[in-house]
């Protein structure tokens, strides 16, 4: 089992939904509000864990997925922001996310049907297998029967 591919989802799909908290702002996203505090080695060096998700965020960014002004030493990415093509897949709808008996109102059909929201979800229930599948649709560029809520 890959348990850094696991972490890597968690990492990813927290910190983009940081910045889809506070989108369109710019922010300091710090690895400890994504994995809480670690302690660094005999040498000063950050843990693995917490250089994993400094790389998640910053692949994230080389993939076009946020942007970033500059980084704080291995603590944070600052003046973070989502791009396009990162808040664009964070607010499309997941297809089957409610289900068509479910009688709720337009607008909280349309914010419980995005891939944010799902993923938050997911990551409240500690629901991992939820949180992989969903973290992967994030990464696919068209999702079959779905529309940009947008």
């Known amino acids: ?7 890597f989802y968690k990492d990813a799909a927290r ?7 506070v989108f369109p702002r710019k922010m300091a ?5 994504l994995i809480g505090r670690e302690e660094v080695d005999e040498f000063g ?8 998700c400094l790389g998640a965020l910053l692949w ?26 990162g808040f664009l897949r964070l607010s499309r709808s997941v297809p089957h996310a409610l289900r068509d008996a479910e009688v709720v109102p337009p607008s909280v059909r349309r914010v419980h049907g995005t891939l944010a929201f799902q993923l938050r979800q997911a990551i409240a229930e500690q629901h991992g297998e939820r949180l992989a599948r969903l973290t992967r649709l994030l990464f696919e560029s068209t999702l079959p029967g779905a529309n940009d809520t947008v």
């Open 60 to 85: 994230l960014a080389e993939e076009g997925y946020l942007r970033f002004e500059s980084s704080i030493a291995y603590d944070a990415l600052d003046q973070a922001v989502l791009s396009e093509k």
């Open 29 to 33: 996203l710090y690895v400890e509000d």
């Open 1 to 7: 089992m890959d348990l850094q591919i696991d972490d």
């Open 45 to 52: 060096l950050p843990s693995k864990r917490h250089q994993s």
């Open 15 to 21: 910190g983009l939904l940081l910045l889809y908290q």
